[in-house]
């Protein structure tokens, strides 16, 4: 599984970016992985952001109400939808997937076995 993500750039706060993980994969369950985003800012550590298994999606409480994790099966892409955005946003931000993530491990880093390269986000006040 590889995994590309992109769709990082500069908004002012209050804008929106939508954040693509194309997925690269020739196992024919990949539709049951869970996909996920995590973000990392300087100086601190790996965040889970969101993730969706199945037709389910999960939020962190610092995004919820504000950020849509999406996918498209057909298409192996993910979307990460980001509105409203503020400062505290900023991160550098990765695509995660995981065959074996459950509901009660998908918001940890551990749980997901591919990852993306990032991409960033930097929201300015």
């Known amino acids: 599984v590889q995994l590309q993500a992109s769709g990082g750039g500069f908004a002012q706060a209050g804008g929106s970016l939508r954040l693509s993980c194309s997925c690269a994969?020739?196992?024919?369950?990949?539709?049951?992985?869970?996909m996920g985003w995590f973000r990392q800012a300087p100086g601190k550590e790996r965040e889970f952001v969101a993730a969706i298994r199945w037709g389910n999606t999960y939020y962190s409480e610092s995004v919820k109400g504000r950020f849509t994790i999406s996918r498209d099966n057909a298409k192996n892409t993910v979307w990460l939808q980001m509105n409203n955005l503020k400062p505290e946003d900023t991160a550098l931000y990765y695509c995660?997937?995981?065959?074996?993530?459950?509901?009660?491990?998908?918001?940890?880093?551990?749980?997901?076995?591919?990852w993306g390269q990032g991409t960033q986000v930097t929201v300015s006040s």
């Open positions: 994969t020739s196992d024919p369950s990949f539709r049951n992985y869970v």
């Open positions: 995660a997937a995981s065959g074996t993530a459950i509901t009660s491990t998908l918001r940890s880093a551990s749980a997901y076995a591919y």
